[in-house]
């Protein structure tokens, strides 16, 4: 006990104490676009839970030229999203491990990761498909790497449906310059997007590269006289909140999960620096998928040639599900219950009670997944009696427990392997 007492009166000497210096990490993501915040937001998770690092982050837009000063300081690894093949090379010069965000330019000394083109491209149909909308479209940038990733994602998956979506393809000249260049010129009025807007066969759906892009699709839309969604439906990707809410009607998107991205890249950085794991350069990109639809009015719609059954699931969507009976829905209408039980499958292929628990569970997920409510209320919010019956009936529909799916949703970057 005495020699405690001494050893903890003994004053320590901090030239006997070994230094602790933090790993310096250069976050080389913009920050004036949501997807790069989040990205960054990702990171910070990742740092908050796991040993600290010195986060070295300048502001900076999308193509802004690495500048020369920072291959003067020292850094143990990097995370980035290089828009050009100039930056990443900048970058891979410094000679540290780098992990990318962004998909296009693999470091010679690192690992890439990136959003899941596939996974936007199956949300992307099966939203549409799922509003009775058979004629698709895509529109987006041809040329930058992003866009004619997911392009081409959108056309693989449109075709195993057995749906050939039609491609808008600018009367501009081709270019290969980066993102900004593009979306500004996108600005510009084009007749041939127009042009193409009035082919279509109506009503049509376009998926559009970006939430820039379909902000401009719907731009000409609107200049066009061309109604939305009830002629075309325009669905965004990325889900960046001001472009589509800013944007007229409000523009529907697919939302990536930059904050897995960010969490994953840092875990993958994380192992590179400590020689966990090799650098290997060509490797495959790892895939993150994205989580879901944000609708917004832009897809608001039910393509149904039956008058009748389109107002009853524009009903049942604006209730989200949380409807009294198929009885009140009929006079809602004003139909008889047996008219709209045989139009609604003749049209849907499904009873009027399937597609009012279908939106009311998909609700139910979102509130599950998003929201720390209990069940009972979620039971409650979205009208059914008990939650005892919502159990049952989430079960059969996602093969999951609602405790379960909130469990892997919650963080979900916390899930991603990387």
Known sequence: MDEVRRL????INPNTVPAFEPKRVLLWI???????????????????????????????????AFPPFLTELRFDGIIARSE??????????????????????????????????AACAELAFEHFWERGLRS?????????????RRQSAFVAYSRERGIDPVIFDSDAPRSHKGTIWNEARGELEDPGLVAWLRSLPKPAAILAA??????????????????????IAVL???????????????????????????????????????????VGHGAAVRLVRPTGVMTRLSTDIAAIDDLAVGKAVSLIRKANGNMSGVEDLAAAVGVSRATLERRFRAALGRSPRQEIDR?????????????????????ELVGYSNSSRLLDAYRRRFGVTPGADRDNADPPYRKVEV
């Open 8 to 11: 903890e009166s003994t004053p």
């Open 30 to 64: 913009e920050s004036s676009r949501a997807y790069g915040r989040g990205c960054l937001l990702g990171i910070a998770d990742y740092c908050r839970t796991h040993e600290s690092w010195r986060l070295i982050h300048f502001e900076h837009d999308l193509e802004k």
């Open 84 to 117: 050009n093949q100039e930056i990443a090379d900048a970058l891979g010069g410094l000679g540290v491990p780098v992990v990318d965000l962004r998909g296009a330019f693999h470091p010679a000394n690192g690992q890439m990761i990136d959003t899941d083109a």
């Open 136 to 148: 698709m479209a895509f529109c987006g940038y041809h040329g930058v790497d992003w866009s004619d």
């Open 210 to 231: 970006n939430d820039v892009r379909g902000r401009q699709v719907l731009a000409a839309c609107a200049a066009d006289g061309i109604a939305v969604p009830e002629q």
């Open 236 to 278: 965004g990707v990325d889900n960046d909140e001001v472009v589509c809410e800013l944007a007229y009607p409000p523009l529907s998107s697919i939302e990536p999960d930059t904050a897995a991205l960010g969490y994953a890249g840092a875990s993958a950085l994380d192992r590179l620096m400590s020689g966990e794991q090799r």
């Open 359 to 379: 939106v009311r569970l998909d609700r139910a997920r979102t509130l599950v997944r998003q929201t720390t409510y209990p069940l009972h209320q979620i039971a």
